[in-house]
């Protein structure tokens, strides 16, 4: 009979393809920009050859990071999300909070410069000048850190972005970038993003430098009280090879040879 | 960023064969005997049934995800399973969007058997089997249309196991999660590669689905 053969067919040729994972897991949510830059490619394979543990790296907005690590689906995160990290640990869902780097953001829009931001400009004054032209902003709008660090900004300079010029697009840096570019309009970036679609795009940098436009990275190691089955151990072993000063000189040369300078500045050398 | 290796591509594309075939296989071992029955049914709530399966057609693909994803979350109802961000959960996810393919397909092609074979079958003297057995033979094309359907559905899926998967490098990335997270990096040359790949998958896989219904199409 066909149909039995059609069924046996089935188990073997999916029996074959089944992959094989024996080794202990560590879950890490982390923001699309460790991932996008190429980062979490290099330290991963540092991580697993030196523990033996398979870490399993879930990309996602500093907020469903976070979401997924008050939900316990996550036994640690890194995050970019200063303000809601701070409320996390403050209701009691993380351990342990970290310093691991940071890097900036930076103001990309188009060579035509709509709105007319002068350097030296600060953030808030460019945001102001983009808002009284009313020229095209792309928003993330989707909660992740730099959507916060954006709205924190608009907060700063005392405007409520509202109209057409102002869109929130629901998706990931590198997506929003490419937005920016197609339609002339101006968008928050984090510097690592940008440069790694520079080539793609029409856009340039616009301001930069504001201390208000600092990144700041930070590991979380989840709570074990909240949730008993997070892998605490592994998480700590995470927590604890970031900041080791052999990652942290990785973290330090990243990028330098492929953009000409550096992605991402380390935050937990001794000498800092 | 980093140039995506053939060793990468392999993996990504076994676990895509897997996790829908073995998602196919489930929704098929359980939704075509469901089919037949309902198929051959001929009692009065069969039209509500009938109207609730091929809703489950128009399933939003996202939504199956999230709500699988608060069930299997280590703070949802079957945490226990400790499933989550693993192929079983996407497998979970996809046989739930797969499923209601096979019942309806099966479904129409049993009851457009002639409605006096059954009749026919028990004079002759088959039993209640029998007579199920032998309508199933007859709608074969049917029910052959049923599983490349719901294999369709299930490769080509991408909202459930993004979100219940996680799209996790060499553990839960398949082609659909792939494409999406290369679109989303600028590599579009790379994302249609993938699709190319998907699309050719799915020509093999039913190039065997025909073979098997005895070398002719399935009507």
């Known amino acids: 009979m066909k149909w039995m053969q059609l069924v046996v067919l089935i188990v073997v040729l999916t029996g074959c393809a089944r992959p094989q994972h024996d080794a202990p897991t560590l879950t890490l949510a982390t923001t699309t920009s460790t991932r996008d830059s190429g980062l979490l490619d290099v330290l991963q394979p540092m991580f697993e050859q030196e523990t033996g543990i398979a870490l399993k790296a879930v990309a996602v907005g500093s907020g469903q990071a976070l979401e997924l690590g008050r939900r316990g689906d996550a036994d640690v995160l890194l995050t970019h999300a200063p303000a809601a990290e701070e409320e996390f640990m403050a209701a009691g869902y993380g351990e342990q909070r970290r ?139 995470f927590s604890d090879f970031l900041v080791s000063s052999k990652v942290q000189h990785v973290i330090e040369k990243f990028g330098v040879e492929r953009f000409g300078q550096p992605l991402f500045f380390p935050d937990a050398l001794p000498e800092k | 960023m980093t140039p995506f290796s053939a060793a990468d591509f392999w993996s990504i594309l076994r676990l895509s064969l897997w996790i829908s075939g073995t998602a196919v296989l489930i929704s098929s071992l359980v939704g075509i005997p469901c089919g037949v029955w ?45 499933s989550l961000f ?86 839960t990335r398949v082609l659909t999660t792939a494409v999406v997270l290369e679109t989303g990096k600028g590599n579009f040359e790379f994302a249609l590669a993938l699709g190319g790949a998907l699309l050719l998958l799915a020509l093999l896989v039913n190039l065997f689905i025909v073979g098997f219904s005895g070398g002719r199409p399935p009507a």
């Open chain 2, 38 to 82: 309902l198929g051959m049914s001929r009692r009065r709530g069969k039209r509500l049934l009938a109207a609730v399966v091929h809703t489950g057609m128009a399933l939003p693909p996202v939504v199956v995800g999230l709500v699988l994803y608060l069930l299997l979350s280590r703070s949802g109802p079957l945490a226990f399973l400790d």
């Open chain 1, 99 to 237: 310093a691991v780097m940071h890097n900036d953001f930076v103001l990309a829009g188009p060579a035509s410069d709509p709105a007319g931001i002068k350097e030296p400009m600060s953030i808030t004054e460019a945001f102001g000048q983009i808002a009284r032209s009313e020229s095209a902003f792309i928003s993330r709008g989707d909660d992740s850190g730099t959507h916060m660090k954006e709205q924190k900004i608009w907060q700063a300079a005392n405007i409520d972005p509202q109209g057409d010029w102002y869109v929130q697009a629901g998706a990931g840096m590198a997506e929003v970038l490419r937005i920016a570019s197609e339609k002339h309009a101006y968008t928050l970036a984090d510097r690592g993003t940008f440069l790694a679609q520079r080539d793609r795009l029409h856009l340039t940098i616009r301001s930069a430098g504001d201390p208000l436009l600092r990144n700041p990275y930070t590991v979380i190691v989840i709570s074990a009280a909240k949730h008993g089955n997070v892998n605490r151990e592994a998480a700590q072993r």
């Open chain 2, 86 to 171: 693993t192929a079983q959960a996407m497998i979970a996810a996809q046989t739930v969007l797969a499923l209601p393919f096979v019942v309806g397909i099966t479904m129409s092609a049993v009851a457009a058997a002639p409605a006096e074979l059954p009749l026919q079958l028990r004079s002759l003297g088959a039993s209640d089997w029998q007579c199920r057995w032998t309508i199933l033979r007859e709608a074969r094309h049917g029910v052959l249309l049923a599983v490349a359907a719901a294999f369709g559905r299930s490769i080509s899926e991408v909202g459930a196991v993004l979100i219940v998967g996680g799209n996790i490098q060499g553990h």
